[in-house]
Structures are given as structure tokens and as C-alpha cells.
């Protein structure tokens, strides 16, 4: 390629409104273009850039035995209702409405790909398969920003496995996992694997690659002791114990009016110097048997939900009047049926201020032990720099990060859902399809690698993801006839030799 002809617009100062550094760069060296808020062009380098990415989780995807297809990107929006993701997804669905229908603009491909494999594979003996494409995905993204870190129109990599029991799906997800080890050190990211929540996709295992980032809008807690990480949604920490104290306080109830949270509590104790994190922040919820708990943690902390439990809305507290809004207290509620848990932080020995469980009225001089009991002790913090790893207690450090891929056990999510995705085993008897999926978002990539690569002078490029190899800069080749037929030969043969 001659620069002579090169489509290459630079850019002088980059737009006022491009924050990261990657999305400056990629826009001052003509890598890519804005068509609106969230939706990018891909000018020459660019698409040599993403090409090069491609090739490289084509090889490793290839190495890892899984077959490259492409699905539409077109969904019948059925196919998402018998899921249940037209509903827990719908904030950022895009859906299209026609004469012959109503369609979703795929953001990812779990239905449809389980729908396919289970009109097409029906035995044991065409298992373990995966399948992978790289291919667009839409996201309705209601805060686009820092350029290709988050779009609405965006290239993934997204790869299926198909098992027949569990350990077998455990042993494919092992597989990719090394992949993705494979694709990162290839892409020289600084990449660390961590325990993750799996959202939206389902299932139980799953990691999260996440990459350290100033810009990253994601945190994950490490420990570098035992090289324990997760990210914040997954992550917890361990119980210390607290030395017994003996706390002599009087409990007293007070008249609290129209104080129904944290902050409004504490000025109303002021004077008596109350601050939040001697107060007991009570949360209600539904267990994933559907009983109702009410959890306890101290007032400063973020609540961190059980896996596979739902936070109390509105119109349940209307079924459970003893449960009152805003005044909620752990005393009183054993003999209601109602089980109360509590993070270990609450074993601290101290004199707590909660909710009485009525309107405008509050306790203080709350013992454990003596005024309310916890039937059971968890994590139910959001954790924070400095707290105790759950594996070897040393002190938790906050990395700011963000995230470059994301595998996951499906397990049986899909396969119970969607019609006919299932098989028959060696006995002939009819079983489900125990699922891995996998994702890597191609076009974030080329952000994040850019993020980590460049200097104060501009992008350095990886050797394997750089648009080209060799830059020859001749002098006066319009003066030379022998430079200029040099430069003609040397091109032919970069050309056949690919």
C-alpha cells in the first residue's frame, strides 16, 4: 500500500468530547470516525487493526477445536420471550418492528444458537461441539463513551459449547479458558482472569478478563498473597471474629418522624455523635427458596445481594405489613417467621441503632445477642479496599480495570428453555445439553489494547496487531526512475508473499 493512496484523515486536536486516550489516538491517526453517539467507522488502519484481532481469535478459536459460523443477527423476538430475556433485557434490546413482525437486533446469540444445535444435533455421538462467530451485535447503550469501549453497534466473538454431562462442559470451558489466556498474551494485554457474577447470560462458573485501566469503570479485588480475584459483584471477604466485649448500653426506642433512611437517621442523632457505620442497614429480600430474609450490614457499607436471591419492591411490602419501610430493625422479627442474616462485620460487640419495625421510630443501644438474634452469617458487603480475602485473610486491593472477554458455565440454563435442545445418550434416553458460552468484544479490544500501548508521541501497536510491518519511505521517488522501480518490485513481492 502506497501512502499515496492511503485513505488517512488526521486530526490536528481530537474532539473535545473524546475523554480516553485510546479514543483520542484511534481518531487523530485516522483509525476510526464517529457516525453518531456510540456508532464508529473503520477507515484502512483501522480495519487492518480489527482484521489482525480477528485473525488471532480465529487461530486460537481454531486450535481450541471450535468450528466458525454466522448466525443472523435478525431475531424473531419469540425466540427471546420462551427465554425470559426479552423481559430481564429489554433496557437494552434494540427490536424492530415490520409488516412480517417484531424482531431484535441480536445482542448476543444464546437462543438462537441452542435453537439450531437442537434441531440439528440429536446424539451423543455428534458431542462435544463448539461453535463460534465473529460477527455484529447492537446494544441499546443508553450512556455510550470513551469511543469503541462502549457501543451500541459493536464486533464480538461469541463461541457455544455443547456437552453431554457436566463434567465434560467442564472440561470444554477449560479449554477456552486457555484459549483466552492464549488470544491476551498474543494481544500483549496485561490481563488477569477473575471470578465473575454471570448477570444476565445465567449459569454459575464464569470468569471475567479483565485488564487494568484508568479509564476502566469496573473494579475487581485481588489479593496478592494467594492470587485469589473476582470482580465486585462476585467477590467477598473472610470472617475475622472480633474479640467479646461486654456493651451495657440501654436499649431505648425513639421518635424519629419522616427519618425513613441512613443519612436522615444520623442528623437526627447528631448530637449524640452517631455516624453510619454504627447504624444497621436492613434490606429485605426473597432466598432463592423464596423465603423472606432480612439482611443486616453496617450503615456505611453497599449491600452485596445473595446469589439467586430478589430484593423487596414497592408492592411487596404491601403483602408484609410488619415489615415497614424506611423503620426496619432485627428485634422482634424471629418470632415473625421472617429469617435475619447478617454480614460478619455485624458481629463487631457495639451498641447499634436501627429501624423498631414501625413508623417514625428507631432503637438504639441494639445488642447481638441480647436484642435480636442472626440466624445466619455471610458476605453481604459490596467489598472494599483492605478487607479480609475469604481464602487467606490478607488485605484486599481494589484494581480499576476493565473488561476484555467473558466466559461462562451455562449449565442446563438454556436448554430447559428453549424447545428441542436435547439429545439422546448411549441408553437411548432423552437429555439435555449442558452449555458453555464465551465472548470477547473484537472492536473494545482494539481500546484496550491501544490503552495499555501508546505514549505521549502515539499508538504502539503490538507486533502481531499493528496495520503494517514495514514503513519504506523513499526520497524523491518522482526524481528517480531507479528508486521508483525499486519501490514497484519491493511491493509486488511484500504481495506474494502475503
Known amino acids: 500500500m502506497r501512502m499515496s493512496k492511503l485513505l488517512l484523515p488526521t486530526l490536528r486536536e481530537a474532539p473535545a468530547d473524546a475523554e480516553a486516550a485510546s479514543h483520542r489516538l484511534l481518531l487523530r491517526a485516522g483509525f476510526i470516525r464517529r457516525l453518531t453517539s456510540g456508532v464508529y467507522s473503520f477507515l484502512p488502519l483501522g480495519l487492518k487493526v480489527l482484521s489482525n484481532i480477528e485473525n488471532i481469535i480465529r487461530q486460537e478459536m481454531d486450535k481450541a477445536g471450535a468450528e ?3 448466525l443472523p443477527a435478525l431475531h424473531p423476538l419469540e425466540i427471546w420471550q420462551q427465554s425470559g430475556r426479552a423481559q430481564t433485557m429489554k433496557d437494552v434490546l434494540m427490536k424492530v418492528e415490520t409488516t412480517s413482525g417484531s424482531f431484535v437486533l441480536g445482542p448476543t446469540h444464546e437462543e438462537v444458537i441452542t435453537a439450531i444445535v437442537g434441531a440439528e444435533v440429536n446424539s451423543y455421538k455428534e ?14 447503550e443508553p450512556r455510550a463513551r470513551f469511543g469503541l469501549m462502549r457501543t451500541k453497534e459493536f464486533i464480538m466473538k461469541d463461541a457455544y459449547s455443547f456437552d453431554a454431562s457436566q463434567e465434560e462442559m467442564g472440561s470444554s470451558y477449560q479449554t477456552m479458558y486457555d484459549a483466552y489466556c492464549k488470544i491476551f498474551e498474543r494481544c500483549d494485554l496485561s490481563y488477569q482472569p477473575v471470578e465473575a457474577d454471570a448477570g444476565a447470560i445465567g449459569g454459575k462458573v464464569n470468569h471475567e478478563f479483565m485488564v487494568p485501566s484508568q479509564i476502566g469503570e469496573d473494579h475487581f479485588a485481588s489479593c496478592a498473597n494467594c492470587r485469589y480475584s473476582a470482580n465486585l459483584e ?5 470472617d475475622i471474629g472480633f474479640e467479646s466485649k461486654s456493651i451495657d448500653q440501654e436499649l431505648k426506642e425513639h421518635f424519629t418522624p419522616d427519618r425513613p433512611g441512613i443519612d436522615l437517621v444520623v442528623e437526627h442523632f447528631k448530637e449524640q455523635g452517631l455516624v453510619a457505620k454504627d447504624m444497621l442497614k436492613c434490606f429485605v429480600f426473597f432466598d432463592s427458596n423464596n423465603k423472606i430474609n432480612v439482611g443486616l450490614v453496617p450503615g456505611d457499607r453497599q449491600v452485596r445481594l445473595p446469589k439467586g436471591s430478589r430484593g423487596f419492591e414497592e408492592k411487596d411490602f404491601l403483602d408484609y405489613p410488619d415489615l415497614v419501610k424506611g423503620y426496619i430493625g432485627p428485634k422482634g422479627l424471629n418470632t415473625k417467621d421472617i429469617k435475619v442474616v447478617a454480614d460478619y462485620s455485624v458481629k ?19 445488642v447481638l445477642g441480647r436484642d435480636f438474634s442472626v440466624e445466619n452469617w455471610d458476605s453481604l458487603t459490596v467489598v472494599e479496599q483492605g478487607d479480609p480475602c475469604p481464602r487467606c485473610s490478607s488485605p484486599l486491593v481494589l484494581v480499576r480495570s476493565v473488561e476484555a472477554g467473558h466466559t461462562f458455565q451455562l449449565g442446563l ?13 448411549a441408553q437411548g434416553k432423552e437429555q439435555l445439553y449442558w452449555m458453555g458460552c464465551y465472548g470477547i468484544g473484537v472492536t473494545r479490544l482494539i481500546a484496550i489494547i491501544a490503552e ?8 504502539i501497536w503490538p507486533k502481531e496487531i499493528a ?27 511484500y504481495l506474494q508473499l502475503g
Open 127 to 140: 458431542l462435544p461441539l463448539n461453535l463460534y462467530q465473529i460477527q455484529t451485535k447492537f446494544r441499546d
Open 452 to 459: 495499555e500501548h501508546h505514549d505521549d508521541k502515539g499508538l
Open 234 to 238: 462476585a467477590a467477598t471477604k473472610a
Open 68 to 70: 466458525e459460523i454466522l
Open 467 to 493: 496495520p503494517y510491518a514495514i514503513h519504506i519511505i523513499s526520497l524523491n521517488p518522482h526524481k528517480s526512475s531507479e528508486v521508483n522501480l525499486f519501490l514497484n518490485n519491493f511491493i509486488k513481492i
Open 348 to 366: 463487631e460487640p457495639k451498641a447499634w441503632v436501627s429501624g423498631a419495625n414501625k413508623k417514625n421510630y428507631h432503637y438504639s443501644g441494639l
Open 413 to 425: 440454563t438454556y436448554s430447559k428453555l428453549i424447545p428441542g435442545a436435547s439429545f439422546t445418550d
